[in-house]
């Protein structure tokens, strides 16, 4: 069941990796996806094009059958400006868009789900763009959004910047950053 009333015990998860390549990046977020199809669940990726070619193929490579993931609903990868470009206004995330959006996504995601127990995980670089950008803040409130949305949907949340952001004129930024994730990895 979707929403609040969710009873499922487990934690949720709101990652960030900070990626040194796209080797890594692409490496992290095809085990993110394709632990959570494993196990019965769904996954939504909101990637840069670059990036959705570059997992497609990784996943392909896992022995995943994408395609049929793709079909039947448990497997979304878009374009993560493009979704952006749904919810922010004036260059700051519109909450109210950004459930609605995200909901309609879930609610999808969740009629391929195989069991019960079985989740949807979400992977997102928007907050990367936005940081491209110069638009840190909104990164920030961005994030603080994604733990609402794992809280409310029960889903788990994976995030990438990549560790060039990660410099010490930023530092306060990226600390901030961390503080709205349940852990933080990076390579």
């Not at 996954?43 to 793709?70: E, F, G, N, S, V």
């Not at 950004?98 to 609610?107: M, Q, S, V, W």
Request: proline letters at 3%.
């Amino acid at each position: 069941m979707l929403g609040t009333d969710n009873l499922d015990p487990r934690p949720h998860h709101h990652e960030v990796h900070f990626y040194s390549d796209d080797a890594a990046f692409v490496e992290t977020v095809a085990n993110f996806v394709t632990a959570a199809l494993m196990a019965g669940g769904a996954a939504i990726a909101l990637c840069t094009k670059p990036h959705h070619d570059l997992l497609y193929q990784a996943l392909k490579l896992q022995d995943m059958d994408i395609d049929a993931a793709i079909g039947h609903g448990a497997f979304m990868s878009l374009d993560a400006a493009e979704v952006l470009s749904t919810f922010m206004v004036n260059g700051w995330p519109d909450r109210v868009r950004f459930f609605a959006g995200f909901g309609n996504l879930i609610g999808l995601a969740s009629n391929a789900l195989k069991n019960s127990t079985a989740r949807i995980a979400v992977f997102g670089e928007g907050v990367a763009l936005l940081c491209d950008e110069g638009n840190v803040e909104a990164a920030i409130q961005l994030e603080q959004l994604g733990n609402h949305l794992a809280n409310k949907y029960n889903v788990d949340i994976l995030c990438a910047y990549p560790l060039n952001f990660c410099t010490r004129e930023r530092d306060d930024h990226v600390k901030r950053i961390c503080a709205q994730h349940s852990a933080v990895h990076s390579g």
